[in-house]
């Protein structure tokens, strides 16, 4: 069953601690879940592996945990926006595990599913490969890639009735309902906990993966890169 908290803080109390696994929902900064991230931060947990597409951004999202130098290894698709983190990649003081977007969602998909492992070709013929089984269908070559099952996945949802089923929000929607399957422990906050049963037609997360909900913070939207035009008057 679903428990509903009332702070991140305290959903993450008895759960979070030193060397485990966290996948993390969000891209960019489109559907992090912030104030758990915050949380981990606050809890001082250390030597921790994140699973996540990205590492955010200097001073937001997972970017500080990369601050507090809580993460030894990352297993991502995309960190260019961090400065830090690629300090800390070049110092030799985190781990990097270079996964391509869609090989990143599938492994996530496929550990929430308890599928062990899968053949891709994309990889093939790159470092991406370098260590991996590779085999052979159809004469094309494939690669062996793991399903990524995390101690404790954290995630970011739109709303959420009590009982832990989930929707998301346009772009928010991302890599969290991938997440949300994979972890041992499925920890989500979300915008709106409404008391009624979410319409079964429109639920993406089944509450049956969901461990721990709490109500976010409401906060303004957070926008990595804006690329608009400056406003010109009318008929110009």
Same mark, same amino acid.
């Given at each position: 069953?679903?428990? %509903?908290?009332?702070?991140?803080?305290?959903?993450?109390?008895d759960v979070i601690g030193d060397g485990m696994t966290i996948a993390v929902g969000g891209f960019g900064l489109s559907g992090n879940p912030f104030d758990l991230i915050e949380a981990?931060? *606050?809890? @001082?947990?250390?030597d921790l592996t994140i699973v996540s597409n990205?590492? @955010?951004?200097? @001073?937001?999202g997972l970017g500080l945990l990369l601050e507090n130098h809580q993460v030894t290894k990352v297993l991502a698709s995309y960190v260019g926006e961090n400065r830090l983190f /690629?300090?800390?990649f070049l110092s030799g003081e985190l781990e990097v595990e270079f996964v391509p977007q869609g090989t990143l969602a599938e492994r996530l998909r496929a550990g929430g599913a308890g599928i062990a492992g899968f053949y891709t070709k994309?990889?093939?013929?790159?470092?991406?490969a370098d260590g991996k089984e590779l085999h052979e269908f159809d004469g094309h070559t494939? &690669? &062996?890639?793991? @399903?990524? %099952?995390? *101690?404790? /996945?954290?995630?970011?949802a739109y709303r959420?009735?009590?009982s832990g089923n989930l929707i998301y929000r346009h772009s928010a929607r991302n890599f969290n309902p991938n997440v949300a399957t994979a972890g041992?422990?499925?920890? %989500?906050? /979300?915008?709106?906990?409404?008391d009624e049963a979410l319409d079964p037609n429109i639920i993406v997360t089944p509450g049956i993966f969901v461990q721990r909900l709490v109500q976010a913070t409401a906060r303004d939207k957070e926008i990595e890169q804006r690329t608009v035009r400056p406003r010109t008057a009318a008929g110009v």
């Open positions: 069953m679903t428990q %509903v908290y009332s702070s991140a803080a305290d959903a993450l109390r981990v931060r *606050d809890s @001082g947990a250390s990205n590492m @955010g951004i200097d @001073g937001k /690629a300090q800390q994309t990889g093939v013929g790159t470092p991406v494939y &690669l &062996l890639e793991r @399903g990524i %099952v995390a *101690d404790v /996945a954290l995630v970011h959420a009735d009590r041992r422990v499925t920890i %989500v906050e /979300a915008e709106q906990v409404v």
